[in-house]
């Protein structure tokens, strides 16, 4: 991409796993043996799987903005409203130096929080 271009994220492929959208999760279980996986399904309980409660994350001074984000996740089985300080965010949140607490609302009205810091 040319340096002009925002940063774009893959949506598929992550912390070493492949999650897969629904419809081609029973393919690639038949044709992608380990070390391949495909991420979980839903284990019944909401929750945020990222970012943990409490964790603390540097921002590098080295790097762009652009490339410092934060993957933000949930298992849930249906889609998910993010909202970080109360407004409303893409699941690739751009850091901000600060306390921040991260909300994450599903389909059916579940919810869950955790708080970080960014230094």
């Given at each position: 991409?040319?340096?002009?271009?925002?940063a774009?994220?893959?949506?598929?492929?992550?912390d070493?796993?492949?999650?897969w959208p629904?419809?081609?999760?029973?393919?690639?279980?038949?044709?992608?043996?380990?070390?391949?996986?495909?991420a979980?399904?839903?284990?019944?309980?909401?929750?945020?799987?990222?970012?943990?409660?409490?964790?603390?994350y540097?921002?590098?001074?080295?790097?762009?903005?652009?490339?410092?984000?934060?993957?933000?996740?949930?298992?849930a089985?249906?889609?998910?409203?993010?909202?970080?300080?109360?407004r409303?965010?893409?699941?690739?949140?751009?850091?901000?130096?600060?306390?921040?607490?991260?909300?994450a609302?599903?389909?059916?009205?579940?919810?869950?929080?955790?708080?970080?810091?960014?230094?």
């Open positions: 991409l040319a340096t002009t271009e925002p774009r994220f893959c949506a598929w492929h992550h070493g796993t492949i999650d629904a419809e081609y999760r029973a393919w690639a279980r038949q044709t992608h043996p380990a070390p391949t996986r495909v979980s399904q839903h284990t019944g309980t909401f929750r945020i799987a990222n970012p943990p409660n409490g964790a603390m540097l921002i590098d001074p080295t790097l762009r903005m652009a490339f410092q984000t934060l993957r933000l996740r949930a298992d089985a249906s889609r998910v409203t993010w909202k970080v300080n109360d409303v965010v893409p699941n690739e949140w751009p850091l901000v130096r600060g306390r921040h607490t991260i909300t609302v599903d389909a059916r009205g579940h919810r869950d929080t955790v708080k970080i810091t960014v230094k």
